[in-house]
């Protein structure tokens, strides 16, 4: 095809041409170069024939004597217009004055600062394991979905390695700061209370009378105190038959000792009452394993103290669609520490452990170390005979006095005889 021009001057195709006759067109990226006549350009192709997707791959280089140049056609640092259009550059004969069309190619130069390291393609590891072979794979073919899931999952990655870096300095510069002995003796402090100390009442161990140590109020707040003022009048107006009545019948020796020897008139009474009632609704809720609503029936509680008592002593499970109120073992043993610390109120500061256990179903071991949990000081009383010589149980009590005992860890169970 020839067209004729308005200079004297025609266009002539080259026809087909290989990728060896394809023009350069050169872009240096750090500007203009004023001595273009300077420069040397070499380029240089993969040796590669046989691979279609490498035998097309240049690299141009251009040296001059202050700098050189590097651009290339693939990879990271080529101009991806490449392959989005295709360029044209025309070559003028001035003797014949006919232009040659040829087809050309662009090439990024950049460049290269002696001493500079660059990226080498790294080489295939051999030793890759199966989950990163799969994410290599995902990476060249996978979906969008898998690639996102493939991006989060590396940094999550990221973020439990920073973790982990965050928390070794912290604990170091705590170690640094405390000194590892205080630590170790911190861990034995704590390790000493057990897991019972998840579920022992507030306490205030700083507290300069032994009435703050374990707050009433936060076993029983001012609302629920009122709340139990018609159920506490139904206990103090037991009469003298009444509760030995209950103690033949097997009642709760802790709550009918307290109804025995509570003041006759006064607050006091009123006070001692009310506690006794929610004793004993604790301690038939230790004995209990599921609580309905009988329960609640049965003994006239109000709103408030079924809610408080739910609440605060029992697990919600479902079973068989439904949901129920389990009292578990742990919660046997909140039952057993919150039950002691209203009998330290209710007997000046001081608890028969004996009693206490029996009522709540559990054994002495257990009582003991939910006291020693709480801090207080365990005395027995010595055995002595009564007017019928018959030998009283020995009983053991639990005294709150400042400052708390520190117990050492529980070493009291004891081992098993071995048959013989």
């Not at 217009?81 to 014949?96: E, P």
């Not at 709340?227 to 506490?232: D, M």
């Not at 209990?288 to 408080?308: D, T, V």
């Not at 004996?354 to 009383?381: C, F, N």
Request: with cysteine; hydrophobic share 35%.
């Amino acid at each position: 095809m020839t067209t004729i021009m308005a200079a004297a001057c025609s266009l002539v195709c080259c026809g087909e041409e290989n990728d060896s006759d394809k023009a350069s067109i050169v872009r240096f990226s750090n500007g203009c170069v004023r001595s273009e006549d300077k420069l040397d350009f070499t380029m240089y192709k993969n040796a590669d024939n046989s691979n279609p997707r490498k035998r097309s791959r240049r690299i141009l280089v251009a040296e001059s004597d202050r700098l050189s140049y590097v651009g290339q056609n693939f990879g990271a640092g080529s101009l991806k217009c490449n392959n989005l259009c295709k360029y044209y550059v025309g070559v003028l004969n001035k003797q014949t004055m006919q232009m040659e069309v040829h087809s050309a190619q662009l090439f990024n130069m950049q460049p290269v600062i002696p001493g500079e390291r660059t990226e080498s393609a790294k080489p295939q590891d051999t030793a890759q394991t199966y989950r990163e072979k799969v994410d290599s794979l995902i990476e060249a073919f996978g979906t969008n979905k898998q690639k996102r899931a493939l991006t989060s999952r590396r940094l999550n990655e990221v973020g439990k390695d920073t973790l982990h870096n965050a928390v070794t300095k912290a604990a170091n510069t705590v170690i640094d700061q405390k000194g590892l002995e205080a630590l170790q003796q911190e861990v034995v402090d704590t390790e000493s209370q057990g897991e019972l100390a998840l579920y022992l009442p507030p306490c205030n161990a700083d507290a300069d009378k032994r009435e703050n140590v374990y707050p009433f109020d936060s076993l029983l707040s001012p609302v629920e105190f009122a709340a139990l003022e018609q159920a506490g009048s139904k206990m103090a107006a037991l009469t003298t038959e009444e509760l030995q009545k209950m103690k033949n019948d097997g009642g709760y020796l802790s709550v009918v000792r307290h109804l025995e020897n509570m003041p006759t008139v006064g607050e006091g009474r009123e006070k001692a009452a009310r506690c006794a009632f929610y004793l004993s609704l604790l301690l038939k809720m230790a004995r209990q394993r599921n609580i309905s609503r009988k329960f609640w029936q049965e003994e006239g509680c109000p709103r408030i103290i079924q809610n408080k008592l739910l609440k605060t002593f029992t697990v919600e499970i479902f079973n068989n669609g439904r949901l129920q109120n389990t009292v578990s073992a742990s919660m046997r043993a909140k039952l057993a520490a919150y039950s002691l610390a209203l009998l330290l109120h209710m007997g000046q500061m001081t608890a028969d452990l004996t009693s206490l256990h029996r009522d709540l179903g559990i054994t002495e071991l257990r009582m003991t170390e939910v006291a020693k949990s709480m801090g207080l000081t365990l005395t027995k009383q010595p055995r002595s005979k009564t007017d019928e010589t018959a030998l009283r149980d020995d009983h053991r009590e639990a005294s709150l006095l400042l400052p708390l005992v520190k117990h050492d860890q529980f070493t009291e169970r004891r081992k098993r005889k071995k048959m013989h």
